[in-house]
């Protein structure tokens, strides 16, 4: 009895009662799977009655909610609002309803008194309810409205109800530039930490952005595809993941240019000297000693600022009052978070002194009040990465690359990060995200963070989803959305338990895919759906019929069952087409096979025999690369399949894809460079290098090996010149 009622909140909840796998074989989720997530969303299941007292709620809602929290609709449809009014008979003409609408800044637009249209009737519980109908004409502009519901009712605890809704009107279609409607470019995919230069400090950082952007310019790239620049821990092992955040808000210091700073002088600089040439000597990139070499050097900034600058009221310093005034209460708390993991020295904050742990007690802000300093500290940091991103962005738009930068926003943030510790009730903190077992990742995935409670996300009116979104569209061209199959359902595993034991978890969808569109349109910024894997139903439809782009790998796009390559007309026009990913080998490292032999080296195969299968398979995949390649008529008819991948086929490959209809073609900077080995191996954390290793060449021998001349040229003839495209004149070098 239980079990079947466990069965049935799980249903009313989302909570999907199995799925299907890459090979298409079914999997069941088991009851013990299904009721660790109820409690992690707030269910009381320790008994028959909680749990029925639980489905009568979900199976009435809205009835006793009185309103949704959000209406989201897009400009063609009519914005229909439905009040939910408990009364008796005869009791309508004693019931008044009063609607104030408010714009995105609180200003009142306009209060309404609403007629009782009954669109419906229902007794729930021996108690009758009205469904009250009103539709809303003067809204007619694309952004967010606030609502505020005041009722007239003969219950006098009703009459002290207030109840608010976000409404959200969105446009039919994300933001594309006039020159990708009528065009198609490219641009290359850079692992900013991983750059090698003689003026970084052992880490990528803004200052050799800056120096690949007019070198892409010149070659006729678009666009410059970043990792994310999340707030990280910079700590080994664990707290290096780009993608595993603090805060999808804020940014890492460590890829300030300190050198680009104006309180920084040179000859602080030469007293350095010896403290970096082993970090930017060392094979692998040292997070925790750059991270603390860059902080030292921000606060000796810090103190020359606040003398000369701050105090004194200058023109600089007011760019930062403005800068932190903008920012608001969330720049203030992120502050104090990063103030509290120096002052405790974890960035955990489930490690800090009880009162601590919460950040509205009585404790934080005497803290924040009596550390002043050190508040302004962490938001002078902010805003100098602020500075040096947005000049970044500047520079793209004055050497015409159509899109310029390429943000990467994470699907979720770390348990112990600023993002959960800021909006802990959001989160199903006994879950973490991650994916199912495939072949790629025979164990399957667990990221580490938890997810947030779609139903809490909602009530709030998805604030902390449209900061985010909006956080990283700034001082960018195109934003690439990761897992973006989140957006509709999420693989949740219960704390404690393998991959293999979790369960996918539905999300209003169309809400998001709506918010999305309309952040995008508001900042100008494509949308690149990262849509690998097997997704829900109709899901790429949705993202295709909200214009963002599909995100293709040369890898996955075959004609299955026969596993032959598509052929370059078959891909989508909407996507973003690439080879390879972060988590996928490289070209080089796939042809030689180097992921399969690490996977079996870190043990990472169930056994001999799936080894043996995964090399055959492998085998397999380069002859039916080279018969695509031939089919194509890139390669001549007598071309022998080399052993070695070689410069020649690799240029194959990524003229294979220039081909595409595809809007973009991303090139991976380690492919060209021929690296081997891949940034990340999913399912691992201390047992390989992710996230730690260096390009393979110096950045000052990058901007001038002839190969990626040779790329450029390939691009050109095959039309893929979005500065020609857009009538601007290429800058000349």
């Known amino acids: 009895m239980k079990e079947e009622l466990i069965d049935e909140l799980a249903e009313h909840s989302g909570i999907l009662p199995g799925y299907f796998d890459i090979k298409g074989n079914y999997h069941p989720v088991p009851t013990e799977t299904k009721a660790a997530i109820l409690e992690s969303l707030g269910y009381d299941i320790s008994s028959n009655e909680s749990i029925k007292k639980s489905i009568e709620k979900k199976r009435f809602y809205p009835w006793l909610d009185f309103i949704e929290p959000v209406h989201a609709i897009s400009l063609s449809e009519t914005l229909n609002i439905f009040i939910y009014i408990p009364a008796e008979r005869n009791e309508e003409r004693r019931i008044g309803i009063n609607l104030t609408f408010y714009d995105q800044e609180g200003r009142k637009i306009k209060d309404k008194e609403i007629p009782l249209l009954v669109e419906e009737e229902s007794i729930i519980n021996n108690r009758r309810y009205l469904k009250i109908k009103y539709e809303e004409k003067e809204l007619t502009q694309q952004g967010y409205y606030n609502l505020e519901l005041d009722i007239i009712h003969p219950d006098e605890s009703i009459n002290k109800i207030k109840k608010k809704s976000r409404i959200i009107i969105a446009p039919e279609r994300s933001y594309l530039p006039p020159e990708l409607e009528r065009g198609r470019c490219w641009g290359l995919s850079v692992n900013l930490y991983s750059i090698r230069s003689s003026e970084n400090w052992g880490i990528g950082d803004f200052g050799d952005l800056k120096r690949l952007i007019p070198w892409l310019s010149d070659l006729g790239a678009s666009l410059i595809s970043l990792n994310p620049l999340h707030a990280i821990p910079n700590t080994l092992p664990y ?18 240019d300190i050198s680009l700073i104006d309180e920084i002088k040179e000859d602080y600089l030469q007293k350095l000297n010896e403290s970096l040439r082993s970090v930017k000597e060392s094979a ?10 860059k902080l030292q050097a921000l606060k000796k900034a810090f103190r020359a600022f606040v003398d000369r600058e701050f105090k004194n009221n200058t023109e600089r310093a007011e760019r930062f009052r403005n800068y932190i005034n903008t920012e608001s209460e969330d720049l203030i708390l992120f502050a104090a978070y990063m103030a509290l993991s120096e002052r405790f020295r974890t960035t955990d904050w489930q490690r800090w002194p009880g009162d601590f742990q919460e950040p509205e007690s009585p404790t934080v802000k005497k803290f924040i009040i009596e550390n002043k300093e050190e508040i302004l500290f962490f938001q002078y940091i902010q805003w100098l990465i602020d500075e040096q991103h947005k000049d970044l962005y500047r520079e793209c738009r004055e050497r015409s690359l159509i899109i310029g ?30 994916a199912p077992p495939d072949d790629f990742s025979p164990d399957g995935q667990n990221w580490g963070f938890p997810p ?5 996300l909602r009530i709030k009116g998805y604030e902390p989803f449209i900061k985010a979104l909006r956080k990283n569209m700034q001082h960018c061209g195109a934003i690439r959305i990761d897992h973006a199959f989140g957006l509709f359902r999420q693989f949740w595993i219960p704390q404690g338990r393998t991959p293999s034991e979790g369960a996918y978890v539905r999300f209003p969808f169309d809400e998001l895919l709506k918010i999305i569109t309309l952040e995008s349109v508001m900042n100008t910024t494509i949308i690149i759906a990262e849509d690998l894997g097997t997704g829900p139903e109709n899901a790429r439809e949705e993202l295709k019929k909200h214009r963002m782009l599909s995100y293709r790998l040369f890898y996955f796009e075959r004609k299955y069952p026969e596993q032959n390559f598509l052929e370059p007309s078959g891909y989508p026009e909407m996507a973003l087409t690439a080879v390879t990913t ?19 080296n870190l043990k990472k195969y169930p056994d001999e025999r799936f080894y043996i299968s995964q090399i055959e398979e492998r085998i397999k995949d380069r002859t039916l690369i080279i018969e695509a390649l031939k089919r194509e008529g890139i390669l001549d008819s007598n071309y022998e399949l080399p052993e070695e991948m070689t410069e020649e086929l690799c240029l194959a490959i990524y003229n294979y894809l220039a081909r595409t209809p595809s809007k973009i073609v991303l090139v991976s900077l380690d492919d060209i460079l021929g690296a081997l080995n891949q940034q990340n191996m999913p399912g691992t954390i201390d047992i390989y290098p992710n996230w730690r290793q260096k390009t393979v060449k110096m950045l000052e021998d990058i901007l001038r090996d002839e190969r990626f001349k040779l790329l450029a040229r390939m691009f050109e003839k095959e039309g893929r010149n979005m500065v020609e495209l857009s009538g601007i004149e290429p800058p000349t070098s």
Not at 239 to 256: D, E, M, V
Not at 286 to 293: K, M
Not at 407 to 433: Q, T, Y
Request: net charge positive; hydrophobic share 40%; no cysteine.
């Open 239 to 256: 707290g290096i993941s780009p993608y595993a955040p603090l805060s999808r808000l804020y940014k890492n210091y460590i890829y300030l």
């Open 284 to 293: 692998l990139i040292e997070y925790d000693r750059i991270a603390s070499l």
């Open 405 to 434: 930068l390429g943000h990467d926003l994470a699907i979720g943030a770390m348990k112990e990060s600023f993002d959960v510790w800021s909006n802990k009730g959001l989160f199903a903190l006994k879950m973490s995200l991650g």
């Open 452 to 456: 947030l409670i779609p139903e809490r």
């Open 582 to 600: 972060h988590d996928l080998p490289t070209i080089y490292g796939f042809w030689k096979g180097v992921d399969i032999e690490q996977r079996k």
